[in-house]
């Protein structure tokens, strides 16, 4: 084995908004740094060279929405020593897996003029629904600060360490005051995973789940509350129908309380 | 006869996917594509049925690199739907937000995706290689960390904010962290003037069109949130006219809606070389200077001069943020407050997002939900344009070794830095031919 060889770091797209890849360009401080310590082999958005795999890190923006990308990210996957699925779209399927709970011919003549040409999977689904995965990077969109220790750590061959506590934690160390508490404002942060560092109460409006679901939350029990603040039963359902919705619990979440009154 | 074929199965250096595809036959253009694989994810449809305030979030998601443009135009349009005017200083504050997210965008595609191709390398990461370029990179990089900056304060994120919100912002920002930006975009400023000099000394292909160009104009301001929609034929009309005089049409070609005009059937340009071109006067003195001690001629026919025109938008862009900060007062109220019971109504509006004008149009019932969205994004405008282009330049070029022809083509499209993640949010993905 060649010791001078550089790790190669591939970047993939599939159905997202390409904020996340763009997460690493906006890198702006280490982007030269990990440029110098990683061959950045194959990332479209960034540069026409491209090296052939196998790769010993890809990340994976965007989730899977036709028969195209279920062939390409298993070639993706015989490609990858690690591969990792980065943001939303990627880990839990994205905003566009809404239409995971409607008819897609429906979304599709409200779209479009000639219905009939579309050929689309009825689901988007997350990356790990298709291939197995090494590691996740939650986020819509992912944390910078994530991203850099998933790509040191994977360098200096140690396993990363990936937050897993709450955005509500993060309010009480950064002292905001309670926004469902004090001002009687849903928020998702008590089962939603750190990343974000708890922006949204700060900025005086609920959190709505960008990081997904913690492993051991309870977010049935969250909206219960949400419904005896006077929430209507689809407004709480709507709210964890959001970025991660498609994720397990905040897909149970939301499925239980769709048309559910309140008492 | 002989055929030549141009095929790039995967365009590089630009946000999204898509493919280019020219056919020669006896060296005159037979056939033009780009060709958008990128899948699609159905925004206006899922939007359906939505709070009219989950719009503002959920459009963001159309575009990780101007989440700040689908923001600013779901908020007036939505606004107008409900009836809901946003108190004193609002109004200067999306300014200033939208003053970093151009400095973002224009600084990432000036630099790091489109430079590459006038100075021969394949990337912004091979220029750093090189010791003379590696300052040029360094700038870019702070210059572009400076607009996301700017939008972590009013926004608390730079991809995908949080703040904007129908009738202003949920927080509006303090004083004291606005201020503490100004000595950053203060340099920043300097370097813009710097980046406008550096770019008037690359070398462009001699190419003009006669463009149709369209934009918001104001009569007093660049325009960002507000104005009429002005094109270089005369037409000058209300924004809420837009989709009566322009109007997507799918194509058998191309998995891409394509934008005319209605009456013509005629394509156009949007973008910051039809804003400078058609708001030249509304630009700062700094800015309208350095145009002409560069030597631009207006109209600028030349698309590879966007270039120039982007780096030119940055000096306004950090001015204008630096003048905006100067004179913040923290807004009192952030936010409207939002009528009970609300209005059922309809609303559109148009921002210049950094890529171009970007509509948007709802409809909104009395608890609130959507019951219409219609969004038409910059890149799907552009995209008939690009091709008519590359009709008029790709014979000038063939005669060019095939990757030197290829690499031209590219840089070409790259003029109009398409945003295909924003125009395939609708597109289909797989058309059949007849």
New interface residues.
Partial sequence: MSTSRKPRLAVYKFASCDGCQLSLLDCEDELLDIAGEIEIAYFMEARSQTLPGPYDLTLVEGSVTTEEEIERIEEVRRLSRFLVPIGACATAGGIQSLRNWADVEDYVSIVYPNPEYIKTLKTSKPISDYVEVDYELPGCPISQEQLLELITSLLIGRQPRLPAHTVCRDCKSRGTVCITVAQGIPCLGPVTRTGCGAICPAYNRGCYGCFGPIDDGNPISLGEHFLALGYSGDQVARHFRNFNGYSLMFREASDYFEGKDND | MTEKKINVD????????GALRIHFKDDQVSEVQLNI??????????L?G??YD?VV??TA?????C?VAYQMSATHALEKALGITPPPGIRSLRRLFYCGEWIESHA?HVY?LHA?DYLGY?????M?GNPELLPV??RA??M??AG?DLMVVIG?????P??A?VGG???APSQKALKALLPELEWGLNAAIDTVQWAATLEYPDFEVDYEFVSLSHPDEYPFNEGSILSSTGLDVPMEEFDQHYVE??VAHSNA?HARRVDSGSTYMVGPQARFNLNFERLSPTVRDLSDEIGLELPVRNPFHSLIIRSLEMVNAFEEAVQLIESYEQPRQ?RAEIPQPLQAGEGCHATEAPRGLLFHRYRVDENGLITFARIVPPTSQNQPRIEADLWQYAPGVIQLPLEEATLRCEQLVRCYDP?I?CATH?L?????HD
């Fill in positions: 995967y365009m590089s250096r630009v946000e999204g996917e694989f990128e899948p699609p994810r159905f925004f206006e449809a899922f359906h939505r709070s989950d979030d959920i998601r159309i575009c990780g690199i989440p990432l790091m590459p394949e990337s912004a990461i091979s750093a990179v360094k990089l702070r572009k960390k996301n608390g994120r730079e991809i995908h949080v703040s919100c912002f949920y927080a049409h799918q809606l952030s945003c993640s609708f289909k993905l797989d058309i059949v």
